[in-house]
């Protein structure tokens, strides 16, 4: 049991590299202006709900994290150790943490994030037509 809860914790450690690796990217385009990250996403990455998405990320993996290293130095003593056994710690180092990771990214659920793209693409390509029809007839 304790080989899998040390496993999470170097999994968790690698998948927060390469988010990590993603938030500068993103971080880098909205600052820069270069593009190594697909153009047509970019008005989702502009919207300050995005920015709400990714801090809810970074949030709940540091959470998870912190239960997971937890977890790890709980079973590290055995069954029946101080620390398994003291539930003041439990509550907020296991519960509290899966709550509040939960509660985060529920509130700041990323695939909202492309439904305002599509809002925003439609909002575009209404705008598009608009001004073909408007050329269009101004050239009769």
Do not use: P
Request: charged fraction near 15%; glycine fraction near 4%.
């Amino acid at each position: 049991m304790l080989g899998g809860l040390v496993l999470q914790v170097v999994t968790m450690s690698v998948f927060m590299s390469l988010v990590g690796h993603y938030f500068w990217l993103v971080w880098q385009c909205s600052k820069t202006g270069a593009h190594k990250l697909k153009k047509k996403y970019a008005t989702v990455r502009q919207t300050s709900y995005f920015k709400c998405v990714l801090f809810s990320i970074c949030a709940a993996i540091v959470l998870i994290y912190v239960r997971s290293v937890y977890r790890v130095a709980e079973m590290s003593q055995g069954w029946g150790s101080k620390i398994m056994n003291n539930e003041t710690l439990f509550l907020i180092l296991d519960s509290a943490m899966c709550i509040l990771a939960v509660i985060l990214l529920t509130l700041f659920y990323v695939g909202w994030s492309f439904k305002q793209k599509k809002m925003i693409d439609a909002e575009v390509h209404s705008v598009d037509i608009e001004n073909y029809i408007a050329i269009s007839k101004s050239s009769q």
